[in-house]
C-alpha cells in the first residue's frame, strides 16, 4: 500500500510539473542591466537565466539580410534621423548603435548564439512586410538560415500575418511549432489549419478564456503575450496557459515556483 502511495505521489508531482506554464522572455531578458530588446546580449541573458525560450523579431532589409530588430523604426518616435527598417540596408542600419552599445544583429549572429545553449530555444517571430511575395521569401530565408545553422528542433515560429503562418506550416519540415498571434482566429479554424498553437494577447484570453481549454481538447498550445504584471501572471498561471511571453521572466519564474 505505501509503495502504490508512494507511486501515486511521484505520478503527481510529474503531471503537477508539467502543468506548469514555461516562460519565454520578450524579446530576450532585455531587462537586465547591460542588455536592450532583441540584442544578442538579451538572448544570452535569457539562456542564463534557463527560461524555456527567447522570443525576437525578424524584419528583411532593403538589400536582402534577415535582421533581429522589432521595427517598423529603429530610432526614438521623434528623431528626425530614425531609420525605415525595411526600407534601409543593413549597412545604414548598422552605422547605428542600440541602447546598450550593440548594433542591430543579423539573424545569422543570432542563430549561432542560439546554438551555444541547447536548453533555450529561440521563438523567432517574423514581421509583416509589404506583399505576401515578400513574406514568402521571408519565410524562406528564416527556413533556411536555421537548417543552416542545424537548429530545426530548437526554433519555433509566430507570426501575426495569416500568410506568414500559412508559409511556415507548408514549408517548414513536419512538426515545427507555428502559432498566431493576432487573436482573431478561434482554436478550432488554427487546427485545421494545421497550427500547433496559439499566441494571443492576455485580453484576448482573458476575453475567450474557454480558448484555452478548447485549444488544449485539440492538443493545440496556448502562449499569452505580454504578461508582466503579477496579477496577470498569476491569472495566467491559474488558467493554465502552457507559456508566457513576458518582460518580466524573473518574476514569472518564481510566481511558477522555479
Ligand atoms: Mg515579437
Redesign the pocket.
Known amino acids: 500500500m505505501k509503495k502504490i502511495i508512494t507511486v501515486a505521489a511521484a505520478l503527481l508531482a510529474v503531471v503537477s510539473l508539467q502543468a506548469q506554464p514555461q516562460v519565454i522572455a520578450?524579446?530576450g531578458y532585455h531587462a537586465k542591466q547591460g542588455a536592450a530588446r532583441n540584442t544578442l546580449a538579451a538572448l544570452e541573458n535569457a539562456q542564463q537565466l534557463g527560461v524555456y525560450g527567447s522570443?525576437?523579431?525578424v524584419n528583411l532589409t532593403s538589400d536582402g539580410e534577415l535582421v533581429v530588430i522589432?521595427g517598423p523604426w529603429l530610432g526614438e518616435k521623434n528623431a528626425p534621423d530614425r531609420l525605415n527598417v525595411q526600407k534601409s540596408d543593413l549597412a545604414t542600419l548598422r552605422s547605428k548603435k542600440l541602447e546598450n552599445g550593440e548594433v542591430v544583429p543579423t539573424l545569422d549572429e543570432y542563430l549561432d548564439q542560439t546554438a551555444k545553449d541547447s536548453n533555450c530555444k529561440l521563438i523567432i517571430?517574423i514581421k509583416d512586410h509589404d506583399t505576401p511575395q515578400i513574406e514568402t521569401k521571408v519565410v524562406k530565408m528564416v527556413l533556411d538560415a536555421v537548417k543552416r545553422h542545424k537548429l530545426q528542433d530548437r526554433v519555433e515560429y509566430?507570426a501575426f500575418r495569416e500568410h506568414v503562418c500559412n508559409e511556415l506550416i507548408r514549408l517548414a519540415p513536419a512538426g515545427t511549432k507555428v502559432a498566431y498571434l493576432n487573436g482573431t482566429l478561434k482554436p478550432k479554424y488554427l487546427h485545421a489549419a494545421g497550427y500547433t498553437g496559439l499566441d494571443y494577447k492576455l485580453d484576448v484570453l482573458k476575453k475567450n478564456p474557454k480558448w484555452i481549454d478548447e485549444a488544449h481538447k485539440l492538443g493545440l498550445t496556448v502562449n499569452v503575450w505580454t504578461v508582466n504584471k503579477t496579477e496577470d501572471l498569476k491569472w495566467v498561471i491559474d488558467h493554465n496557459v502552457d507559456y508566457i511571453t513576458t518582460d518580466n521572466p524573473v518574476e514569472a519564474l518564481s510566481l511558477i515556483g522555479r
Do not use: A, G, M, T
Open positions: 520578450h524579446r522570443e525576437c523579431d522589432h517571430e509566430i
